[in-house]
């Protein structure tokens, strides 16, 4: 099987670049995210802290988490719902950066995501692909660009689905994850040492879907 592994902070344009890699290749595109968002939003729900280990740790034998795919779109099953908006809301995502940082949590969710990888090939994005989850991705990416632009990507994917946050505050966001997922002290975010690093600051995200495809393609080439 191959995998094609895209880390990178929020707001890189990973999950876009991602899916259309994966079509074009006809590779499955499994967005490891949206299984931290799922744990981040159940641990909203139970009003625990999403923070604190002892009251985050004791809901996750209560979780049954799956990813499944209709027609190549990922979609995220929480005990029986199928949650994939609902952790697309604004305050899920300090939830889900939150319970990242406890190792228990990576862990509970590291063999659902290898195996995805065993079973198919697969384009995976998120923040420790490259380096913990599959380190022996045939490709590595690491996407990148700065936090003004990521917010303002951010503020304006907010907008269109209809919630409006201000930029200063999504600027101010996108800063506190990136500290925290860059120094967590598990798998924080860093380049694999044999990561491809992209900057996509001032490319429309056409541009990049276009560069990387061709970045893509030509590295399978190489390692096939
Ligand atoms: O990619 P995202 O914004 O949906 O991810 C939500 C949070 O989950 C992010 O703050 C960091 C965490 N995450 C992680 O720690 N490891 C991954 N492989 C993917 C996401």
Do not use: C
């Not at 700065?146 to 201000?166: I, K, W």
């Amino acid at each position: 099987m191959i995998s094609v592994a895209i880390d990178g902070p929020a707001g890189a344009g990973k999950s876009t670049i991602a899916r259309a890699i994966a079509r074009d290749l006809g590779y499955l595109y499994v967005d490891t995210g949206a299984l931290y968002r799922a744990i981040g939003l159940y641990a909203l729900e139970q009003q625990a802290d999403p923070q604190n280990e002892g009251q985050v740790l004791p809901l996750l034998p209560q979780l049954h988490l799956s990813l499944q795919f209709a027609n190549g779109e990922q979609q995220v099953w929480l005990n029986g719902r199928n949650v994939s908006q609902e952790i697309r809301k604004n305050e899920v995502s300090m939830a889900a950066s939150a319970v990242s940082a406890i190792p228990k949590v990576r862990e509970f969710l590291f063999d659902l995501q290898q195996n995805l990888a065993k079973e198919n090939n697969v384009v995976m994005d998120g923040r420790d692909i490259g380096t913990v989850v599959l380190p022996k991705a045939q490709v590595k990416i690491f996407l990148t660009a700065s936090p003004e632009e990521r917010a303002r990507r951010r503020y304006e994917e907010l907008q269109q689905r209809g919630q409006s946050v201000e930029y200063t505050q999504l600027l101010e966001e996108v800063r506190r994850r990136d500290y925290n997922d860059a120094h967590r002290a598990a798998a924080p975010l860093r380049r694999a040492e044999d990561a491809l690093l992209v900057d996509t600051t001032g490319n429309s995200l056409e541009q990049s879907i276009v560069q990387l495809t061709k970045i893509v393609k030509e590295r399978l080439q190489d390692v096939l």
